[in-house]
Structures are given as C-alpha cells and as structure tokens.
C-alpha cells in the first residue's frame, strides 16, 4: 500500500520556518552594510563631534522593526561599538572620553530597547489579530481564511510543484438535528470531536479547517485517486462511531467531496472549488462521497442556469398546470384530479418537472413556485368545481412556510372558492424533521376545511406515528405497491392491510400508479376508494382535461 503525505500543523511551521532563512539572511547583510556605512560616513564628515553618529539610528530603528526587543537592542549595541572606536574629531585625532562612547551606548540601547520592545507589541497584537482571523470561534478549529492561506502557501513550495495535492470537504449532513434537539453548543462540540477523530483515522493526523458550521477540510501531499477512495472509506466509517455529546450518544451521516491536482499551475481556488463542486453532487445524489469530475462542473453550471431559467420563467408566466384525474372505484366517475406544474417550451416541448423541481426544492424558488400553483388550481377548481376536488403537492420546505398557507387560506376566504374543492398532498419524508411543527402546520390547513393526504404512503418510516397524530384526511398509496398486485399475493395482502387501516381511520384511500385494468379490478375489490394513473390517462392541460373528463363520463353507463 502506497504510502501518502498528509499536511500537519508541525509540517506547516517547519515548512514556514524554512523558506525565510534567505531572507533573514539578506536582512542581517543589509543591516551590517548600514552599520558600516554610518560608521564610514561618521569618519568621514569629521568623527562622533558632529551631529552625523545620529545617522546610526536608522539601522537600529530597522533592526527593532524586523526582530522587536532583540533586533533593536543587539543593533544598538553594535552602533554603540563601533561608534566607541571612532575618534572624536578625526582631523585632529582627538580620542573620546569613555563617558562619551558609554553614554552614547546607553542611548543607542535605550531607544533600540524601546522602539524594539513597542513593535513587539505590535507584532503580538498583529499575531493575536491575525489568529482570530483564522479561527473559528465556536470550535477553536482553522477556518476558511486559514484554509486559503495554507493551501496557497503549500501550493506555492518548490517540493509541492509537480507533485499531486488533494482536499477532501467533509460534511455533517444531518448537524441540524443536533441543533434543534441539543442546541449549537451540542452541535460545535460535535464538530470538535469529529475532526479529532478525522485526524486519527488518517495516516500523518491532517489539520482539519471548520468552514462552515456544517463542514471540515483536510489538506492532502503527494497521493493518488486510490488514496482519496481509501481515505474517504475510513472517514465515513468515523462518521458512523458514536459520539458522547452531553451525556447523550449521537452518530451523524457524513457527505464527502473531494478534488485532485497535480502540475505547477494548481491554483487552491481551484481545488476549494471542484471539491465543493464535488460535495454538492454527492448530496443532491445521496451519495456518501464524490470525487471531482470535468461533468460535475457542466452539470453544476447547468443547475445554476436552468434555476435562473426558473426565475425568469415565473416572472414571464410561463408554467402552467396539467391535471391528471381521480377515479372513484366504486362508479367510475372523475371524483377530482391532481394538479402538476408544466414548464411549455417555445418549440412545444416540456420540461419535465423532474427535471427543475428538486433543483427548486433546494433553492427559495420553491414558495414562489407553489404559490403559483396553488392559485392555478384554486383558479381551476372554482371554475370547473364538477369535476371534484384538485390537491397540489407541497414538499418539506412549503409545510413550513407560514405565507403559503396564509395563502391557501385567503383563497378559500377571498376567492369563490368551497374548501372541500381544494386538496393538498404531502410526502412522508416532510413529516420526518418535527412532528409537532407538521401537526400545527396541518392543523391550520384543515381549520380552513382543506383536505389533507400523505402522498407516497408506504415509503416512509414514522407511518403510524403520523397516522396516529396528525389531522389528515386522506393516505396516496404509493406506486411500488401498485405496480405488483397482479402476481405477488403478499403485494395483494400488504394493499388490503393498508386500506382497512386508512378506512378504520375514516381516510379516503387513493392509489396511484394504477397501469392495468387488472390492478384497477384488483384494487376495486379489496375496497380503495379511488385510482390514479396511466390506465385511465396522463396528466393533460386543461382543455384536453375537461373533454378527456366529459368523453369518460360519456362511456359510464
């Protein structure tokens, strides 16, 4: 196994302590050539009778400023030295008295002493400034600052030119859990004792940098592809140990992305950003780490400008809605419809939502676009209101947003609107953060009488803790259920156990996904109360809704 070098804060002083030496050495020649000078100059304009010895401060005075106390105070009394050789007047050669040249030392230190020991204390405040700047105050850890002036710094060295540097971002994903359940304190001591154990578990203990509240950095020498994969395992599998935060045991689920460079021209702005471009990717995938690929940078471009696109879309009207219809099994007819957003191009093709939706999901678009539709379909209902209720979806970030629901609640008081004509269908994964704050949430829609239905039932894991507490009014089998009804009886069975438990409920049971005629008698005999999917037909606008609607009604006896 091929060793690797990992990057150290002992590494960083030698390191830094090494590439000054030319220059401290530049510096004493400089100040021996000044001291000389002013010795030359002193004996040339007549001796120390003159006013020229004060020339000798100039050297003191720089030699205090590069090296404080001990600069000034060792320059002073070499000035003071060879100003005690320098005759008094040199053209007569008249000799100093020993009280001149001692008095003339003691001047030279007092000033060297002070001046020295004053940017001393400039040096120490500017070194107890610059080390807040590049601390985290919360952790005590590196930050972003020092991050960038490390990496710069390393990237910079003649034994790192040519050679590869890696930088792994480490992110807690789930740290705000931690917050809410155990406050910030919890969450930055748990950020503490993560980068204590990410540095044991690599070979060399890297620094580790807090960039974010969220996020570490480690710096990497001199390794390969493989060594990232093998350093990434180890991390993940730190991650997955449990961690004593206040007396209460916690594991976190950790996203890595990393990047790798290896030539002259490596810029750290470079590497920071192919690794977070990295990072993203393995979030937005679900993925435990990434490492940097040319099309994560395309696709990340390509995310930022479609979500542009979103915005100018909505300030332009372009989305519209597509409704696709809710069968009632019992008689056949249209007993209302989901509503799902469109995004119509100019050559008459559209974006298909799963395209740009969970890219919005992510970004403050999301309440702006589900306003959107949640006054289409309020549109929608009050003008076709026979053809049953429309539910819209809400993701996790719109349970949560006080303005929409304000919202839905004004178009059932402002707008011509009759509450039961409006739906809203919530996935189980937006139930999983707080319960309590989802109850409050839902609680005010269904004040209003809007109806509410867990969209997806079945894929989640806090089902019947939700079921028990919260006030919904309808269960959306999810479509993997559906999909196996005509030849899997324990698919038939797991189906009838969750209709019976919605209707002992006094839930309206929908399933959606429904294909086939067979799983349409399939779920008709087992008692659901309504179907949802390809077999009856597709989301359409809503002109071809409507006849679709009137042509169905047509065909029923």
Known sequence: MRSFDVLTTTEWRDRGDMLPAIHHLKRCVSLALLLLMGTWIVYATGGTAYAYPYLMLAPVLIGAFWYALVGGLCVAFAAGILMAFMPQDAALSIEQSTSNYLVRIAQYLLLGGVSGWLFLLRRRSASRHRTMARTDPLS?????????EDLGRHLDLPATRGATTGLMLVRITDITDVIDAMGLDAADELVLSLSERLKGAVCGKPFAYRINHDELALILHDIDLHDIERIATRLLDVGEESYLIQQVPVRMQLAI?????QGDTVKQEDLVREARIALFT??????????FSPGFERHSLDSLQLIARVRCALQEKEFSLHYQPKICLVNGHV???????????A???????????????????????????AREAASFACRHAGWGAISINLSVH?????????LLIELVEQVDLTAEWL??????????????????????????????????????????????????????????FVAQLEVNARARKL???????????????????????????????????????????????????????????NTLP
């Not at 719109?398 to 304000?406: A, P, R, S, V």
């Not at 919605?502 to 049971?509: E, I, K, P, S």
Request: aromatic share 6%.
């Open 140 to 148: 005590g850890l590196a930050n972003q600052v020092a991050l960038n």
């Open 257 to 261: 992305g990393s990047s790798l460079r």
């Open 282 to 291: 393995a979030i937005q995938e679900g993925s435990d780490h990434k490492h």
């Open 335 to 345: 007993c209302g419809s989901e509503g799902l957003i469109r995004w119509p191009q």
């Open 347 to 373: 050559d008459g093709s559209l974006v298909p939502p799963g395209q740009f939706m969970p890219k919005v999901e992510n970004t403050s678009l999301i309440n702006p676009v589900t306003h959107f539709v």
């Open 398 to 406: 719109n349970l949560y947003d006080d303005e929409l629901i304000d």
């Open 423 to 480: 739906e809203v269908e919530i996935t189980e994964t937006a139930l999983i953060g707080d319960l309590a704050a989802a109850r409050r949430a839902i609680q005010r829609i269904r004040d209003a009488g809007i109806g509410v239905s867990i969209d997806d039932f079945g894929t989640g894991f806090a089902s019947f803790e939700y079921l028990q507490h919260l006030p919904i009014t309808g269960l959306k089998i999810d479509r993997t």
């Open 495 to 553: 189906m009838a156990c969750m209709i019976e438990m919605g209707h002992a409920l006094d839930l309206t049971v929908t399933a959606e996904g429904v294909e086939t005629q067979g799983q349409a008698d399939i779920l008709r005999e087992l008692g659901c109360d309504q179907a949802q999917g390809f077999f009856y037909t597709g989301a359409l606008p809503a002109s071809d809704y409507l006849a679709w609607c009137q042509a169905h009604a």
